[in-house]
């Protein structure tokens, strides 16, 4: 993967994002969270706190944000290969109406992987990795040079997005995939788009769902950011588990110019656990829920006695820069660790904020 110098300064924000199995979540320093506390709770269904909707007003559209995450092709580690936990995770933002039209749609996508031999060791430099997504890639994600494809994958979802727009749901799944997933044969999208669309047709449809008004307008420009670490992730010894870790921490944003008039910021945080012969401990079956979908079973309030859980605090400080330049949210006072000190954002914030103002200015860019 390579490294770009213009992530530096983002770098040093991403770790604060991480959260906690057995370690303390970093947004709430004093979390005393048991082992495997939030781990134990990646199937529990409870819904993530609602978002509170703006006024509905003529022109107002819904922003929406979708994460969607698979680590379901790791594998252990053997005598002759390296072990591997693999990362297969796609984020669309989405804007909509009020009669269920998509009006923009932005599709991206992240595949990694972080390897370990079999006495548990890490292999890859963890804390020297730049994790691109696959737009960021471009053509070095390598779809064409080698595998021969017609269009690189940011094109090829580029491609898919554009023909989202305009279109309901409905339309979009009935029009766009055959029953094969793909393109239909023949259709206008089959000459740009030759990949499986299956599941990024099922991510808008997601990401439609949990589309809602927060302030955006029409004529306003949608942004998709992530920034994305796997530095906490460590190898196992004689007492204790390796732990391969993604961070990926995104948000879905529309500005008017150099305004923000709608945010939404979620967070996935994939594990995948192996013991000291390099053996995968995790069900990588299971699903990978983002932290607003886990709500209250992501545990800083139960566990560490914050004030409001990682949702509904990444809701309150996405509310507060609405309305805001990137310089503004850039200027929030924080204090050593990050945390916010201005008083109409601490009654609501007490997590540190420093990845969420950069994950701002990334997408304003």
């Given at each position: 993967?390579?490294?770009?110098?213009f992530?530096?300064?983002?770098?040093?924000?991403?770790?604060?994002?991480?959260?906690?199995?057995?370690?303390?979540?970093?947004y709430?320093?004093d979390?005393?969270?048991?082992?495997?506390?939030?781990?134990?709770?990646?199937?529990?269904?409870?819904?993530a706190?609602?978002?509170?909707?703006?006024?509905?007003?003529?022109g107002?559209?819904?922003?929406?944000?979708h994460?969607?995450?698979?680590?379901?092709?790791?594998k252990?580690a053997?005598?002759?290969?390296?072990?591997?936990?693999?990362?297969?995770?796609?984020?669309?933002?989405?804007?909509?109406d009020d009669s269920g039209v998509?009006?923009?749609?932005?599709?991206d996508?992240?595949?990694?992987?972080?390897?370990?031999?079999?006495?548990?060791?890490?292999?890859?430099?963890v804390?020297?990795?730049?994790?691109?997504?696959?737009?960021?890639l471009?053509?070095?994600?390598g779809?064409?040079?080698?595998?021969?494809?017609?269009?690189?994958w940011?094109?090829?979802?580029?491609?898919?997005?554009s023909?989202?727009?305009?279109?309901?749901?409905?339309?979009?799944?009935?029009?766009?995939i055959?029953?094969?997933?793909?393109a239909p044969?023949?259709?206008?999208?089959?000459?740009s788009?030759?990949?499986?669309?299956?599941?990024?047709v099922?991510a808008?449809?997601?990401?439609?769902?949990?589309?809602?008004?927060?302030?955006?307008?029409s004529?306003?420009?949608?942004?998709?950011?992530?920034i994305?670490?796997?530095?906490?992730?460590k190898?196992?010894d004689?007492?204790n588990?390796?732990n391969?870790?993604l961070?990926?921490?995104v948000?879905?944003?529309t500005?008017?110019?150099?305004t923000?008039?709608?945010?939404?910021?979620?967070?996935?945080?994939?594990?995948?656990?192996?013991?000291?012969t390099?053996?995968?401990?995790?069900?990588?079956?299971a699903?990978v829920?983002?932290k607003?979908?886990?709500g209250?079973?992501?545990?800083?309030?139960a566990?560490?006695?914050?004030?409001?859980?990682?949702?509904?605090?990444a809701?309150?400080?996405a509310s507060?820069?609405t309305?805001k330049?990137?310089?503004?949210?850039?200027g929030?006072?924080?204090?050593?660790g990050?945390?916010?000190?201005e008083?109409?954002?601490?009654?609501s914030?007490?997590?540190?904020?420093?990845?969420?103002q950069?994950?701002?200015?990334k997408?304003?860019?």
């Amino acid at each position: 993967m390579k490294k770009i110098s213009f992530f530096l300064t983002l770098a040093l924000l991403v770790s604060m994002l991480a959260g906690c199995a057995g370690t303390p979540v970093v947004y709430y320093t004093d979390c005393t969270c048991p082992v495997d506390s939030h781990e134990a709770s990646v199937q529990a269904t409870t819904p993530a706190a609602p978002v509170p909707e703006a006024p509905a007003v003529e022109g107002a559209l819904k922003t929406g944000l979708h994460i969607a995450t698979g680590i379901s092709d790791s594998k252990s580690a053997a005598a002759e290969e390296a072990g591997e936990a693999k990362y297969d995770v796609t984020m669309v933002a989405v804007l909509v109406d009020d009669s269920g039209v998509i009006r923009d749609c932005i599709i991206d996508g992240i595949s990694t992987s972080i390897q370990f031999d079999t006495y548990g060791s890490l292999k890859t430099q963890v804390d020297e990795e730049t994790v691109l997504t696959k737009n960021e890639l471009g053509e070095n994600y390598g779809m064409v040079a080698w595998g021969g494809a017609i269009a690189e994958w940011d094109e090829q979802a580029a491609a898919l997005a554009s023909y989202a727009v305009g279109k309901t749901v409905e339309e979009l799944k009935n029009g766009a995939i055959d029953e094969t997933g793909k393109a239909p044969a023949g259709s206008d999208l089959a000459s740009s788009a030759t990949i499986y669309l299956g599941g990024y047709v099922s991510a808008i449809e997601a990401a439609v769902a949990k589309a809602v008004h927060l302030g955006a307008q029409s004529g306003d420009t949608l942004k998709l950011a992530t920034i994305t670490g796997i530095d906490s992730s460590k190898s196992a010894d004689a007492e204790n588990a390796g732990n391969a870790q993604l961070d990926a921490n995104v948000t879905a944003m529309t500005m008017n110019g150099e305004t923000i008039t709608s945010c939404v910021i979620n967070a996935v945080q994939a594990k995948v656990a192996f013991d000291a012969t390099g053996a995968i401990t995790s069900d990588v079956s299971a699903p990978v829920q983002t932290k607003n979908e886990l709500g209250e079973n992501y545990g800083m309030v139960a566990w560490g006695g914050a004030i409001a859980e990682w949702d509904a605090q990444a809701a309150s400080f996405a509310s507060y820069v609405t309305g805001k330049t990137a310089a503004d949210v850039a200027g929030i006072a924080v204090d050593a660790g990050t945390k916010p000190t201005e008083a109409d954002l601490t009654s609501s914030v007490t997590i540190a904020i420093g990845g969420f103002q950069a994950l701002i200015a990334k997408a304003a860019q």
